[in-house]
C-alpha cells in the first residue's frame, strides 16, 4: 500500500515537472481573445442635460443663468463604462442637437424645475429621442425622478396631471406589478435574489413631493399606451404611487426613485447603502449603458474629447450643506471650480 502510494506520488511529481515547460510555452503565445460583438459600440458617450440652480441654494454660485449636474450622475455612467457629455439646458439649440449627435443615450435627473426654458429644453430633447429611435437609431433615455415627473406631463400634455405625494428623503421598497415579465426592462438581469430583496427591503431611494397614482396614469390613455409601469411605491402616508416604468415600444425607462444616490450621495440619512443598495445601483447602471452599446457607433473623436465632461471640474457641495456631494456647474461667468 505504501509502495503504490509512492509511486502515484513520483508519477504525479513527473507528471508537474514535465507539465511546467508546456506553461511555459502557452505563456509565450499570444492570447487568442474572442473577438468582441461587432454590433456593439463599445466606446458608448451618454448626454446629461444640466438643471438649472447651483445644486446648493446659491451657495456655491449665485448666476441667474447657472445650471447643474449632480456628479452622482456622471460617475453612476463612468462606472458602467461609459462617458458623459454635458448638455447645458442654457446653451443655443444647435448647440444642443449637435451635442445630441455625439451621444449614445440621455440622462433627465432629478431636480425640481417643471416650466420655462428648462421644460422647453428637455420636451425638445425628449421629441429628438423619439424621432431618432422611429428612424432606426437605438437611442436609449433614463429619465430619473425629476425627469420621470416630466416625462409624465410631456406624453400626457397635461401639465397639472402630478399629484401630491410624500416621499422627500425617504428609503422605500418597490413592489412588482403582477405577471411582470422582467426581460428586455431594466430590471432584467437582476438576479432574483435582489429583486425579491428590493420588495422586502427599503434598498430605493425616494425624494420626491409629486408623482402619479397607478390609477391616474390607467386613465390617460396616452400614458399608458406609453408606457408599462413596472413598479409602485408607498410614500410616507401610504399612498401608492407609479415608482418605475418602462416605454413599451422604445428603449426608454422612467424612474421615480434614485438609483445613482445608493454608491455616490451622503447628505441625507435615509440614503441606503449597504451591499444590496449599491448593487441596485450597479445593476441599473449597467442596463443603461447596455442598451447605449446598441447605438451606433458615431464617434467623431475630437469633438467628442471637447465636450467631454472632463473640461470641467466639480465643486464640493456636500461641505456647504448643498443637496448633493460633488456638482459640476456651468454658467457662462466663471465658477468657483474655475477660478
Ligand atoms: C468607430 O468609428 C471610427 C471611425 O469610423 C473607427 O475608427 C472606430 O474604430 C469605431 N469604433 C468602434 C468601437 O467600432
Ligand atoms: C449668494 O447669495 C446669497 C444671498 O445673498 C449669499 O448668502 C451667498 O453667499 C451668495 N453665494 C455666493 C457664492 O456668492
Redesign the pocket.
Known sequence: MGTYFWISFLIIQLMVTVAKPQLIDSQLKLPNCPSTDPTL???PVIGIVSHPGDGASGRLNNASDVSYIAASYVKFVEMAGARVIPIIYTEPPEIINQKLNLVNGVIFTGGRTKEGLYFEVVKGIFKKVLEKNDAGEHFPLLAICLGFELLTMIISKDNNILEEFSASHQASTVQFVENIKFEGTVFGRFPPVLLKKMSTHCIVMQNHRFGISPERLQANKDLCNFFRILTTSVDKKNKVYVSSVQAQRYPITALQWHPEKNVFEWGSSQIPHTEDAIQVTQHVANYFVSEARKSS?K?VNSKVLDNLIYNYSPSYAGKVRGSFEEVYLFTSRPTLSSL
Open positions: 459600440n463599445y466606446r457607433n464617434t
